[in-house]
Each structure stands twice: as structure tokens, then as C-alpha cells.
């Protein structure tokens, strides 16, 4: 259940990102800035696309102009499809 970060604070297993506690298992990767933990690169491409899709939908023919300077009116922007190459935090944005 998502719960204020004062509920548990100074837990080292709170996410500030989805508010939940995560494991403290090895995992793919964790954010350093929310805590976050993806599992497998297959979650980080999942939450990842994701956003990429909100994002089509929120301007349906636009890239980002903020991190894509070749950003095209009419082309939408597809899917990572390589972990290695996603920079930045899904939950919280920030970069890892
Ligand atoms: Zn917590
Ligand atoms: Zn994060
Ligand atoms: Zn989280």
C-alpha cells in the first residue's frame, strides 16, 4: 500500500517514487534517487514505454523537444526495446 515516506522514515527500503516499501533483494536496478527497484530489464523497458506512451498520447504526433532535438511533428515516439539505453527514472524522472 502507498504510504507517506514519515511513516517509515529513514527505512532504506521506501520508494518516494510509487510511495511503497521495496525489497531489499539484488535486482536489475534501483534508482538512486526514489529508490525504486526494477526487477528485471524487462520492468524497467514495461514502466519505461509506458511513459512513452502517456506521452503519444498527451501530444499524438510530437517527440519530446526537450530530450530529442530531431523531434519530428509527425512521428510518435517509439519503444526502447534495449534497457541499457533507458536513462532515466519511469517513477520519478530523474536520471540514473
Ligand atoms: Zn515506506
Ligand atoms: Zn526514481
Ligand atoms: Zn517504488
Same mark, same amino acid.
Given at each position: 500500500? %502507498? =504510504?507517506?515516506? *514519515? /511513516?517509515?522514515? $529513514?527505512?532504506? +527500503?521506501?520508494?518516494? $517514487?510509487?510511495?511503497?516499501?521495496?525489497?531489499?533483494?539484488?535486482? *536489475?536496478?534501483?534508482? !538512486?534517487? @526514489? $529508490? =525504486?527497484?526494477?526487477?528485471? /530489464?524487462?520492468?524497467?523497458? +514495461?514502466? =519505461? #514505454?509506458?511513459?512513452?506512451?502517456?506521452? #503519444? +498520447?498527451?501530444? %499524438? =504526433?510530437? $517527440?519530446?523537444?526537450?530530450? &530529442?532535438? #530531431?523531434? &519530428?511533428? /509527425?512521428? %510518435?515516439? %517509439?519503444?526502447?526495446?534495449? /534497457?541499457?539505453?533507458?536513462?532515466?527514472?519511469?517513477? @520519478?524522472?530523474?536520471? !540514473?
Amino acid at each position: 500500500m %502507498p =504510504h507517506d515516506e *514519515y /511513516a517509515c522514515y $529513514g527505512s532504506p +527500503r521506501h520508494c518516494s $517514487g510509487c510511495g511503497e516499501d521495496e525489497p531489499l533483494e539484488p535486482c *536489475y536496478l534501483r534508482c !538512486f534517487e @526514489c $529508490g =525504486h527497484i526494477f526487477n528485471t /530489464a524487462e520492468d524497467l523497458l +514495461r514502466e =519505461h #514505454n509506458a511513459i512513452i506512451d502517456s506521452l #503519444n +498520447r498527451q501530444y %499524438p =504526433h510530437a $517527440g519530446c523537444p526537450v530530450c &530529442d532535438e #530531431n523531434w &519530428d511533428l /509527425a512521428t %510518435p515516439v %517509439p519503444h526502447e526495446t534495449d /534497457a541499457s539505453q533507458v536513462w532515466t527514472c519511469p517513477v @520519478c524522472i530523474h536520471d !540514473f
